[in-house]
């Protein structure tokens, strides 16, 4: 097969394209296996495909959902994850489905050792899906991250380590000051699923997609996902 895993690309799609792709995939999951798994990320982007997929026929209560990152919040805090995907994804017959979040409520104070913990805690919560993952859905920023995997951050070697195989969640920070801690799912726990999604909006995204394509290179987190030999990908260009 060569040094690249496949690539497949979907040009002109819609989020109804998106999430019947997904619904398919986590059929064939649930009569394989007789449950599925599926990670998504947050931000505006996804909310049209949450809307479309909540609505699809599947056996709900069989789908175990993840975040595959998450901002360290309240539950009810407009930069939540948790709260997006529970007001967009997490309704009609989906409501069904099993959310597992990162970590339960925070605690009053926060610092670096309830950090530690949360990381901790999220591990412990992220073994009892079903692994490996059947779909992650990715997205893509305009420096070319995915997940919470910022360059320059700070952990950022680790979380793209893949011989870490004990780490599946570990904390990161944007390497320009943000508000906001973050959990995220390392580059060896999303190449663990059996299939990437990854979904590019507009030209400028679609340039730094085409660019991160043609080689791996750790300046550009996405390129990693694209260059591997591992995990199947397919691209949904809007």
């Given at each position: 097969m060569g040094g690249r895993i496949m690539i497949t690309e979907h040009t002109g799609a819609t989020p109804a394209a998106i999430a019947a792709h997904i619904a398919d995939a986590l059929r064939a999951a649930i009569a394989a296996r007789g449950r599925a798994s599926l990670a998504v990320s947050g931000g505006k982007s996804p909310v049209p495909m949450f809307e479309a997929l909540r609505e699809q026929d599947l056996d709900w209560p069989k789908v175990s959902i993840v975040l595959v990152d998450e901002r360290v919040v309240p539950r009810d805090h407009e930069a939540s994850n948790t709260a997006l995907v529970a007001r967009h994804l997490l309704q009609g017959k989906a409501g069904a489905a099993r959310f597992q979040p990162f970590f339960r409520e925070l605690a009053p104070q926060f610092n670096a050792e309830v950090l530690d913990a949360l990381v901790q805690d999220a591990t412990a919560r992220i073994e009892t899906l079903p692994w490996p993952l059947d779909v992650a859905v990715i997205g893509m920023g305009e420096d070319a991250h995915t997940a919470s995997l910022f360059p320059g951050?700070?952990?950022?070697?680790?979380?793209?380590?893949?011989?870490?195989?004990?780490?599946?969640?570990?904390?990161?920070?944007?390497?320009?000051?943000?508000?906001?801690?973050?959990?995220?799912?390392?580059?060896?726990?999303?190449?663990?699923?059996?299939?990437?999604?990854?979904?590019?909006?507009?030209?400028?995204?679609?340039?730094?997609?085409?660019?991160?394509?043609?080689?791996?290179?750790?300046?550009?987190?996405v390129s990693l996902i694209l260059n591997q030999t591992r995990t199947p990908v397919s691209v949904w260009i809007t």
């Open positions: 951050a700070p952990g950022y070697a680790r979380a793209i380590a893949t011989d870490d195989v004990l780490a599946w969640v570990v904390p990161e920070q944007a390497p320009v000051p943000a508000p906001h801690a973050r959990l995220t799912f390392t580059l060896h726990a999303l190449l663990e699923a059996r299939e990437l999604v990854l979904s590019i909006a507009g030209e400028t995204k679609l340039a730094v997609y085409r660019r991160a394509a043609q080689k791996a290179d750790p300046a550009l987190p």
